[in-house]
């Protein structure tokens, strides 16, 4: 009975990080990364005691079966959140390189008495 308590308890508790991994993707949808950070570092006290809960309880197969499932779904938003991410950056830094080559190549037409003769290197 106590063991059948406890499972129910960390299936809420990996079903709230469920639920956290999909508000987490939301906010990276909004470019809301502040509140995307803070919740991934709130949501590391909640990893460990899912992860010492499940140490310590002798789980039935069914049990097994059902919080292995609800695992794979975290791990599998994980990933994707990853992996947005991950796009994210690679945008950023194409923007970024863009914006760097217009300012140079817009610095070398500007007219600047100190400047003038300089030449411009067109392959960066």
Same mark, same amino acid.
């Given at each position: 009975?106590?063991?059948?308590?406890?499972?129910?308890?960390?299936?809420?508790?990996?079903?709230?990080?469920?639920?956290?991994?999909? /508000?987490? #993707?939301?906010?990276?949808?909004?470019? /809301?990364? /502040?509140?995307?950070?803070?919740?991934?570092? #709130?949501?590391? %006290?909640?990893? $460990?005691?899912?992860?010492?809960?499940? %140490?310590? $309880?002798? $789980?039935?197969?069914?049990?097994?079966?059902?919080?292995?499932?609800?695992?794979?779904?975290?791990?599998?938003?994980?990933?994707?959140?990853?992996?947005?991410?991950? /796009?994210?950056?690679?945008?950023?830094?194409?923007?970024?390189?863009?914006?760097? %080559?217009?300012?140079?190549?817009?610095?070398?037409?500007?007219?600047?008495?100190?400047? #003038?003769?300089?030449?411009?290197?067109?392959?960066?």
């Amino acid at each position: 009975m106590q063991d059948e308590k406890q499972f129910e308890q960390l299936i809420m508790q990996y079903t709230q990080l469920k639920n956290g991994s999909e /508000d987490i #993707s939301r906010m990276i949808d909004n470019e /809301d990364f /502040d509140n995307a950070i803070t919740m991934i570092k #709130s949501r590391e %006290k909640l990893f $460990l005691s899912c992860k010492c809960m499940q %140490k310590y $309880l002798e $789980l039935t197969p069914v049990q097994q079966k059902e919080l292995d499932k609800l695992v794979d779904e975290i791990r599998e938003l994980e990933i994707k959140n990853i992996k947005k991410l991950e /796009d994210g950056k690679d945008r950023v830094l194409a923007e970024l390189k863009k914006s760097q %080559k217009t300012q140079k190549i817009q610095q070398a037409y500007e007219f600047n008495a100190d400047a #003038s003769g300089s030449i411009v290197n067109i392959k960066e």
